[in-house]
Nanobody
Framework: QVQLVESGGGLVQAGGSLRLSCAAS????????MAWFRRAPGKEREFVAR????????DYLDSVKGRFAISRDNAKNTVYLQMNSLKPEDTAVYYC????????????WGQGTQVTVSS
């Protein structure tokens, strides 16, 4: 079991930046692949970015490539999402998720943090 707590959301103008953090506890963090998802108002939840347990590989939603960067610090049990050049369409609740390295599903989720980008 792993518990996840996101922070770092807020209100920012278009073109601005935010860094989200997700602190994990309760299990060995380095055994988990980590990801960020988001849910915009009236839309389905969508994948944003993921990073392997070792931090060696990362993948992104096409619309955030070149603007967002996922990273992790296994010594601090924390995963980050650096978001630059934010657009109003990035407005959503952002969720951190964890998948045990031998599992196929993201079974552990944080409570979410609101990101609002004004135009």
């Amino acid at each position: 079991q792993v518990q996840l707590v996101e922070s770092g959301g807020g209100l920012v103008q278009a073109g601005g930046s935010l860094r989200l953090s997700c602190a994990a506890s309760g299990s060995t963090f380095s055994y988990y692949h980590m990801a960020w998802f988001r849910r915009a108002p009236g839309k389905e939840r969508e994948f944003v970015a993921r990073i392997a347990s070792s931090g060696g590989t990362a993948d992104y939603l096409d619309s955030v490539k070149g603007r967002f960067a996922i990273s992790r610090d296994n010594a601090k049990n924390t995963v980050y999402l650096q978001m630059n050049s934010l657009k109003p369409e990035d407005t959503a609740v952002y969720y951190c998720a964890a998948r045990w390295f031998l599992s196929s599903d993201y079974n552990f989720w944080g409570q979410g943090t609101q990101v609002t980008v004004s135009s």
